[in-house]
């Protein structure tokens, strides 16, 4: 064996298929002379069984004179039309059904030809029985010593890949086009480790074909009682930009059994390629989200774009570094990139700079609570576009520290409008969260007050400024996605702080595409990121769960924590008195926001001088000063016992 393999001697399976047939790749012209051999060896054949059939099993003499006259003519038709369809020359790897369709199409010219001849030379002519019995013996054993070989490799890998270790019962979802491509990709590769035992597929008239070879199993429905009666241990998912609901249904089917999925590229749906194994990737959490996808007219953003000087501030996060990386792409004079964490700043300027060359790209290593700071750098790069992402975003974080919420969240964002408004950029985005409505957390009130505090200054400068409102992203480094994929490697148990709790969600490049566009085209001081259905996380942790092939309760148990501090059940958009909302364009809204009150700087100042101290008990009631839905349970306990101490 060692011996074989040293000398470059290849599987059967894995050999070019001439070499499978004994004909070696580099002799076409041998090739093709024994296929041709081949083919007059079998008309010869096949006109002498047609004439046995016909008369019983003995030649007649009166007979035998024409058949020896009449052999020499039909192998030269048959032999001369094969060669001018092109048939001698013949991939014993990559035929299929075009090919078929021509060897019959040639073998049928190639009757008609030798009865047009007969008739014409008033030969004496062969009964047309034996002429129509050699022409479907020929058609079949052309077409048998054909298509042979590739139908026994494809037999032999299929029983290869079944007995072989590791590999992974399979069942394909759909048996449409893109069925078609994948299984036909699935079953050639010699490396492939599934072995598909079949398909499923909602459309009734499917039940029961095969679709290359493999049966058409039943309805998406039956794929419990399948996966158990066939001990399967993998489902591909081939149906093009399949619903979120569909996903979470087949994944709500398989949720007690020990199965994992794969799914093919949303691309095809509207790219016509070839779809193969290794395109296969793993289904995700933003395959589950309950939305629309959205599109974007890169024309439109490079209009906005192009030629500008931008900065960014939190540069290093999730949504500045996307901020940083979508504006990168349409060619802005120059990009500042701003952020206290200076190792993820490294990273992010280098790719910048592996993607755009050409573009001035300068990482500042600075603090937003340092306003001199802030002011210098303004002077030096007159940022026209302000992208503000910079924020202590952790809810439990910030109840423990509250006053850095406020001197970074807040008083933050007031040292950058100012360096905006100094330094005359023409538009300020500030990057908001949906815990800003009703706020039970300090984090929440304090970007609810940064809304508020770049309204103010809006009011005295040149500079068009807007706050642009989301909900969660996936993937970002303070999410549930990232946490519950570390517990699930780790064996469990998955964490949930309640099983009725809901959040928002969107894939961060679809919420910074919104945002760069609700931000830059100027709609109003207010936007909100249409989000779709919010999500029940107790769902989305079981269905991470099953999509690891684990199952939920069994494998990984989920256990419920209780609300952190400063947590809601679930989160709103909008406040009451927002509701009276506009929609400007497919996702983007813009709200009617209450301005701020008549004594705002003061309040600001109060607020400013309580968080320098670090007093945290009236850090939350200068909050609540400024936003009167602001109530926190932390700071109603330590009223009553003020009261009682008071008694």
């Known amino acids: ?8 001697v290849l599987p059967v399976a894995e050999r070019p298929m001439e070499q499978v047939v004994g004909i070696q790749r580099s002799s076409p012209r041998l090739r093709s002379l024994l296929v041709l051999l081949l083919d007059a060896t079998i008309t010869v054949g096949a006109l002498f069984c ?116 590791g590999a992974q019962r399979t069942i394909v979802v759909g048996a449409g086009s893109a069925g078609d491509l994948l299984l036909h990709d699935l079953l050639r590769t010699p490396g492939s480790p599934w072995h598909v035992i079949g398909l499923v597929d909602d459309d009734p008239g499917k039940h029961g074909s095969f679709l290359n070879g493999k049966p058409v199993l039943g309805p998406i429905d039956a794929l419990p009682d399948l996966v158990t009666k066939h001990r399967v241990t993998q489902v591909l998912i081939a149906i093009p930009r399949l619903a979120p609901e569909r996903i979470r249904h087949i994944l709500g089917l398989c949720k007690h059994q020990s199965v994992g999925f794969k799914i093919i590229p949303a691309s095809f749906a509207y790219l016509d390629q ?54 990168a792409a349409h060619a802005p004079s120059s990009l500042v990139l701003l952020d206290i964490n200076e190792n993820e700043l490294y990273l992010l300027v280098r790719q910048l700079q592996e993607r ?42 910030m109840e423990d520290s509250p006053e850095e919420a406020i001197k970074n969240n807040v008083f933050g964002t007031l040292n950058v409008a100012h360096m905006a408004d100094a330094c005359g950029a023409e538009r300020f985005v500030l990057i908001s969260t949906d815990k800003a409505v009703h706020p039970t957390s300090v984090m929440g009130a304090s970007k609810r007050l940064a809304e ?17 409102r989301f909900g969660n992203v996936l993937g970002s480094a303070g999410s549930v996605v990232p946490l519950f994929k570390q517990q699930i490697q780790r064996g469990g148990p998955v964490t949930v702080t ?32 249409d989000m779709g259905t919010p999500v029940r996380i107790a769902e989305l942790a079981a269905n991470m769960i099953t999509m690891a092939g684990l199952v939920p309760g069994k494998d990984i148990s989920i256990i419920y924590t209780g609300l952190r501090p400063g947590e809601k059940i679930e989160e709103t958009l909008m406040s009451e008195e927002e509701e009276l909302t506009q929609q400007v364009r497919n996702r983007i809204k813009v709200a009617q926001s209450p301005a701020p009150p008549a004594d705002f700087q003061l309040q600001l100042e109060r ?23 602001y109530n926190p349970a932390k700071l109603r306990a330590a009223e009553r016992v003020e009261r009682l101490e008071r008694s």
Request: aromatic letters at 8%; one cysteine or more; a positive charge.
């Open 498 to 529: 309640h099983p009725d709790c809901t959040r928002y969600f969107m894939v961060i490049p679809e919420a910074v595409g919104l945002v760069v566009l609700a931000g830059l085209q100027g709609y109003g001081e207010l936007c909100i990121l």
């Open 1 to 8: 064996m060692a011996r074989g393999m040293s000398e470059g």
């Open 50 to 165: 047609a004439v046995l059939l016909r008369f019983d099993g003995e030649l007649p003499a009166q007979w035998q004179t024409a058949f020896e006259h009449r052999l020499p003519v039909l192998l030269t038709v048959r032999l001369a039309t094969l060669v001018w369809f092109g048939l001698h020359r013949w991939s014993f790897r990559s035929s299929g059904l075009n090919e078929a369709v021509r060897l019959v199409l040639a073998n049928t010219v190639a009757t008609v030809v030798f009865e047009a001849i007969r008739s014409f030379f008033f030969f004496e002519a062969l009964p047309r029985s034996v002429v129509a019995i050699e022409f479907f013996l020929s058609t079949a054993l052309m077409g048998a010593h054909r298509f042979a070989p590739r139908m026994a490799r494809l037999w032999y890998l299929d029983q290869k890949r079944s007995r072989a270790r």
């Open 274 to 327: 070839k779809i193969t194994a290794a395109m296969l990737h793993e289904l995700s959490p933003e395959h589950l989200l309950p939305r629309d996808v959205i599109s974007f007219d890169q024309e439109e953003v490079h209009r906005l774009v192009a030629g500008r000087r931008i900065l960014v501030t939190g540069s290093a996060g999730s949504i500045g570094s996307e901020i940083a990386r979508q504006v």
């Open 356 to 397: 755009h060359p050409n573009l001035p790209v300068s990482a500042i290593v600075a603090d937003i609570r340092d306003q001199d700071r802030l002011m210098r750098l303004g002077r030096e790069y007159s940022p026209q576009y302000v992208f503000h992402a910079a924020a202590h975003k952790h809810v439990p974080l």
């Open 452 to 468: 508020m505090v770049i309204r103010d200054v809006a009011a005295r400068s040149r500079t068009s400024f807007t706050a642009v």
């Open 607 to 629: 607020l400013r001088r309580v968080a320098q101290a670090g007093d945290s008990f009236g850090v939350m009631l200068a909050l609540r000063n400024l936003i009167p839905t």
